[in-house]
């Protein structure tokens, strides 16, 4: 099963790094990353910058459609107007099946600022404590995951260890 997760950086070019650093651990087949996705957010724009990778797992369209509609929820929604609004509640409130509800939405949206940068990965089969050694290098913070609850506060306790 396939996990997102969104990492926020303290500076606008964390999320490259970081992201760098998932490629590095995929060609040693510590981590399968299926796609990810960078906002970007330097200081003084007006708003974020988003990028995503292109087909990483043979997908393309389909998670184009996907990040341009998360992104869309998370950070585009209140400069539509109403029925587009209405069109994208709707889709959200189809995407909670997949992890993906208004506690997601708002959480990412208050956590990603100017001056800042986030990373969504959606990954698998990772070999959890060696992915984490290696993450610990970066400063980052988990804002949230499609992970349970109990799962997420392991991970969220794995990288909060000395």
């Given amino acids: 099963m396939a996990t997102l997760s969104v990492l926020k950086f303290h500076t606008p070019t964390g999320a ?3 992201l760098d650093l998932v490629k590095s651990l995929q060609k040693q087949q510590l981590i399968t ?22 087909n990483l797992a043979g997908m393309g369209a389909m998670n184009g459609a996907f990040w ?3 992104f869309g929820l998370i950070f585009f929604v209140p400069l539509l107007g ?19 509800d208004d506690e997601f939405i708002n959480k990412t949206k208050g ?39 109990e799962e997420e506060d392991k991970l969220r306790a794995a990288f909060s260890e000395e």
Avoid: H
């Avoid at 800042?116 to 990954?123: E, K, P, Q, R």
């Fill in 16 to 18: 490259d790094e970081a």
């Fill in 33 to 54: 990353l299926q796609d990810a996705a960078i906002v970007t957010w330097p200081e003084g724009a007006k708003k974020p910058k988003t990028r995503q990778l292109i």
């Fill in 68 to 70: 341009g509609m998360l």
């Fill in 82 to 100: 109403m029925a587009v609004g209405a069109a994208f509640g709707a889709l959200g409130a189809s995407m909670a099946d997949v992890g993906i």
């Fill in 111 to 149: 956590k990603v600022t100017e001056g800042t940068s986030a990373l969504f990965l959606l990954t698998s089969d990772a070999t959890t404590d060696k992915v984490v050694d290696q993450m610990k290098k970066l400063d980052f913070e988990i804002v949230s995951t499609s992970l349970s609850q």
